[in-house]
Structures are given as structure tokens and as C-alpha cells.
């Protein structure tokens, strides 16, 4: 069988999440030619490339604009001109990825190749398989398109909304948002503050903004200060490397030991040795703080689906969020003190849903063994 993951590397969840089902794919089907692509890479597509440089553009200099354009294409009316509009501009990139690798099944991570492989299929130029992993904690309508033969959504209030729409309840599976394996085995945390030179008793503090080092890191560095007990800050500054080089210069000079990494494939163990995560609210990191139970300090959400996934982090007991003008240092502080962390980290188990990568694998599965029986009884 043919399998086509197609990804979007508009931050790095969505690629998180093909990476995490592509893994258990491969250990269900040793057989199946399996490939993950990112549909907004300039060697796919110079203008969806160029359009991703555009949102990014957009992010950093008018994020209100972009808060206005979320809820607008939210609305039933607005949200399908949206979703027809990118649909129709991506389908030739989609259909040329569909008859260079005939695919059995379709799977998206992000709504930009969902609906130009949705398109292709109302439209009679493809019969694959169309599954959809949507990579949020709240439903908008630009996920939500005829054509697609199963989603996977991160709760039941999301399914039931999903139905409230009209879509079939049997193509509807609340399995959470699937995140790495890994996560599971990584139950030694004093072995990896051990391994991180973190002193014994010593909090640590680990501070990200994502792939692109967004999130205000300095700024929030520079607060931190103030706090007089020694801390452990890891900082991750992703693939910003002017932000690297600051944070290494405020390293030299804080009393807290500052510890720095660019962009890195060991934020899983990084966030297993932490005690507490300053981070903006993407939803494939809290699904990962989830799994980990660690407490989260939520902050700066790009206006939309991150302010959604604020929401329901902090509703479920697992983050605060700190708002413009609250004092970081003196929420740290806070939360270092007591038994709160303690609570936060249990709340955040139990929104955990660590297999949600295999259920989705084993669904997907199922539906691919059962597809030639129906094919035979067309």
C-alpha cells in the first residue's frame, strides 16, 4: 500500500504529529511504502512557500490582523470562501503529488493540503483514502471538509460539535493529538537532571517559544532575574540564532545557572528533567507537557487557536496563563512555592492521551485492509 503524510512546516507541530503517526504506521505496516511530505516547503511549492513566509510576516508584525482573519473565516459563509479559496490554489501541487505517488490513503496534519486533497476527491480526480489529525484543542471551520474519510480530534466536545455540523459520527474519532512514543519510556526525571548538571533540590525552569524561538525568551529571561533563589533556566532558542547568541551573553552574566540549546531534537528530554514550562500554547507542545505531567506558564498565544489551547490547558487545571503586564518573575515564584506544581502536574495527566498515535495508526489500518472489500462489492 501507498501512504502519502502530508505535513505543513508552519511551526513545528504539525510535523510533530505526521512524524509520531508515520512511526506507528511503519511498526503496523513494515510493507507500505510510506511517505511525509511538507506541502509548504519551497522544494514542493515556491508560493506555498512564499505564502508560509507571508503568515510568518504576518505573525510578527500584525498579529491582530491575523486574530481578525481567524474568526472571520471561523463563520460558516467566511470560513468555505477561505477554505475554496486555498483549496483551489493548492489543488495542481496536490494533484501532481497524487499521480507521482498514487496513494492509497491520504493523511493531513494540516488544513492547507486537507483541503486541496479534499478537492481533488469531491471532484472525482482521486479515489484515496482521506484521513485528517487536526492538530488543535478547539474545532474551526477551516478544518471542516466534505471528502475527508476520518478525522481525529483531540477531544469529545470537539467530535460532538464536528456532528453538530453534520458530519457522520462513525468518521468521527476523539482520539487526542499524537505525539511522540518516546514520551512513555522517559520516566527517570533525577536521571535527567543528573544528566543536565542540575544541583540536587535546585528548581529548573525550561523556557521555550517553539521552532522559530518566539515568545518573548529574552524578555522573560530578564524578568527571571529578579527572582533571588537560584534557579535552572533551560532555554531553548530554536532556529532563531540571533536569540541564541543573546541568551548564551545573558548566560555569562546571571546568577541563575542558564543552560542553551539552538534548535534540537531533545525537548523531550529537556522537558522531562524541567519542574515547570514557560511556553506559548501550541497544541502539540502542552499535548506533550500532558504526557510528561509538567506544569505549564502559558503566555503570548498567537490570537486564535493558541489562545484556544490557553483556554483548555488552564480550564483542566494543567497551566496558568499569564497575561500582558503580569509579573512572570512573581508567577514563578508563586508556583515554586507549596504544593501547586504538584496539582498542576496531576491535572496534567489526566489530559494526557499518550497512545493517541497508535490508535490512529490502528484505525487508519483498518480502514486500508477493509478498503478493497468495498472496492469489489462497487
Same mark, same amino acid.
Given at each position: 500500500?501507498n501512504?502519502?503524510?502530508?505535513?505543513?512546516?508552519?511551526?513545528?507541530?504539525?510535523?510533530?504529529?505526521?512524524?509520531a503517526?508515520?512511526?506507528?504506521?511503519?511498526r503496523?505496516?513494515?510493507e507500505?511504502?510510506?511517505?511525509?511530505?511538507d506541502f509548504?516547503?519551497?522544494?514542493?511549492?515556491r508560493?506555498?512557500?512564499f505564502?508560509?513566509k507571508?503568515y510568518? +510576516?504576518?505573525? $510578527?508584525?500584525?498579529?491582530?490582523?491575523?486574530?481578525?482573519?481567524?474568526? %472571520?473565516? !471561523? #463563520?460558516a459563509? /467566511?470560513?468555505?470562501?477561505?477554505?475554496?479559496?486555498?483549496a483551489?490554489?493548492?489543488s495542481p501541487v496536490?494533484?501532481?503529488?497524487a499521480?507521482?505517488y498514487?496513494?492509497?490513503?491520504?493523511?493531513?496534519?494540516h488544513p492547507?493540503?486537507?483541503?486541496?486533497?479534499?478537492?481533488?476527491?469531491?471532484?472525482?480526480?482521486?479515489?484515496?483514502?482521506?484521513?485528517?489529525?487536526?492538530?488543535?484543542y478547539?474545532?474551526?471551520?477551516i478544518?471542516?471538509?466534505?471528502?475527508?474519510?476520518?478525522?481525529?480530534?483531540?477531544?469529545?466536545?470537539?467530535?460532538?460539535?464536528?456532528?453538530?455540523?453534520?458530519?457522520?459520527?462513525?468518521?468521527l474519532?476523539?482520539?487526542?493529538?499524537?505525539?511522540?512514543?518516546?514520551?512513555?519510556?522517559?520516566?527517570?526525571?533525577?536521571? +535527567?537532571?543528573? $544528566?543536565?548538571a542540575?544541583?540536587e533540590?535546585?528548581?529548573?525552569?525550561? %523556557?521555550? !517559544? #517553539?521552532g522559530? /524561538?518566539?515568545?518573548?525568551?529574552?524578555?522573560?529571561?530578564?524578568?527571571?532575574?529578579?527572582?533571588?533563589?537560584?534557579?535552572t533556566?533551560?532555554?531553548?532558542?530554536g532556529?532563531?540564532?540571533?536569540?541564541?547568541?543573546?541568551v548564551?551573553d545573558?548566560?555569562?552574566?546571571?546568577?541563575?545557572?542558564?543552560?542553551?540549546?539552538?534548535y534540537?531534537?531533545q525537548?523531550?528530554?529537556?522537558?522531562?528533567?524541567a519542574?515547570l514550562?514557560?511556553?506559548?500554547?501550541?497544541?502539540?507542545t502542552?499535548s506533550?507537557?500532558?504526557?510528561?505531567?509538567l506544569?505549564?506558564?502559558?503566555?503570548?498565544?498567537i490570537?486564535?487557536?493558541?489562545?484556544?489551547n490557553?483556554?483548555?490547558?488552564?480550564?483542566h487545571g494543567?497551566?496558568?496563563?499569564?497575561?500582558?503586564?503580569?509579573?512572570?518573575?512573581?508567577?514563578?515564584?508563586?508556583?515554586?512555592?507549596g504544593?501547586r506544581?504538584?496539582?498542576m502536574s496531576?491535572a496534567?495527566?489526566?489530559?494526557s492521551?499518550?497512545?493517541?498515535?497508535a490508535?490512529?495508526?490502528?484505525?487508519?489500518?483498518?480502514?486500508?485492509?477493509?478498503?478493497p472489500?468495498?472496492?469489489?462489492?462497487?
Amino acid at each position: 500500500m501507498n501512504i502519502l503524510i502530508l505535513t505543513a512546516s508552519i511551526g513545528s507541530g504539525h510535523i510533530k504529529a505526521a512524524e509520531a503517526v508515520e512511526t506507528e504506521l511503519r511498526r503496523l505496516q513494515p510493507e507500505a511504502e510510506i511517505t511525509t511530505i511538507d506541502f509548504m516547503s519551497r522544494r514542493t511549492s515556491r508560493l506555498h512557500w512564499f505564502m508560509k513566509k507571508f503568515y510568518l +510576516v504576518m505573525l $510578527a508584525f500584525v498579529p491582530n490582523l491575523y486574530d481578525v482573519f481567524y474568526h %472571520l473565516s !471561523g #463563520g460558516a459563509s /467566511g470560513g468555505r470562501f477561505v477554505q475554496e479559496a486555498f483549496a483551489l490554489v493548492m489543488s495542481p501541487v496536490m494533484r501532481h503529488l497524487a499521480r507521482r505517488y498514487r496513494p492509497d490513503l491520504v493523511l493531513c496534519t494540516h488544513p492547507f493540503p486537507e483541503g486541496a486533497a479534499a478537492r481533488l476527491k469531491c471532484h472525482g480526480e482521486a479515489d484515496y483514502l482521506l484521513g485528517t489529525v487536526m492538530t488543535d484543542y478547539s474545532l474551526h471551520q477551516i478544518w471542516l471538509y466534505e471528502g475527508v474519510d476520518c478525522y481525529f480530534m483531540a477531544t469529545e466536545e470537539m467530535r460532538t460539535g464536528m456532528m453538530q455540523h453534520g458530519f457522520p459520527e462513525d468518521r468521527l474519532v476523539a482520539v487526542g493529538i499524537p505525539v511522540s512514543g518516546i514520551l512513555q519510556e522517559m520516566t527517570d526525571k533525577e536521571g +535527567v537532571r543528573r $544528566a543536565l548538571a542540575i544541583p540536587e533540590g535546585q528548581p529548573a525552569v525550561l %523556557l521555550m !517559544g #517553539g521552532g522559530l /524561538g518566539l515568545g518573548g525568551i529574552e524578555e522573560n529571561l530578564r524578568a527571571l532575574e529578579a527572582i533571588p533563589s537560584r534557579l535552572t533556566l533551560l532555554v531553548v532558542a530554536g532556529r532563531n540564532e540571533r536569540l541564541l547568541g543573546r541568551v548564551q551573553d545573558f548566560a555569562d552574566a546571571s546568577h541563575h545557572q542558564v543552560l542553551v540549546w539552538g534548535y534540537t531534537d531533545q525537548v523531550h528530554f529537556l522537558m522531562r528533567g524541567a519542574d515547570l514550562l514557560i511556553t506559548k500554547p501550541g497544541a502539540l507542545t502542552i499535548s506533550e507537557a500532558f504526557v510528561l505531567g509538567l506544569p505549564m506558564l502559558l503566555h503570548d498565544p498567537i490570537p486564535g487557536p493558541e489562545t484556544e489551547n490557553a483556554i483548555y490547558a488552564t480550564h483542566h487545571g494543567a497551566a496558568v496563563w499569564l497575561h500582558p503586564g503580569e509579573d512572570i518573575a512573581l508567577a514563578v515564584r508563586r508556583l515554586l512555592q507549596g504544593t501547586r506544581l504538584q496539582s498542576m502536574s496531576h491535572a496534567a495527566i489526566c489530559c494526557s492521551r499518550p497512545l493517541a498515535a497508535a490508535a490512529i495508526a490502528q484505525r487508519l489500518t483498518e480502514m486500508m485492509m477493509a478498503r478493497p472489500q468495498e472496492v469489489r462489492q462497487k
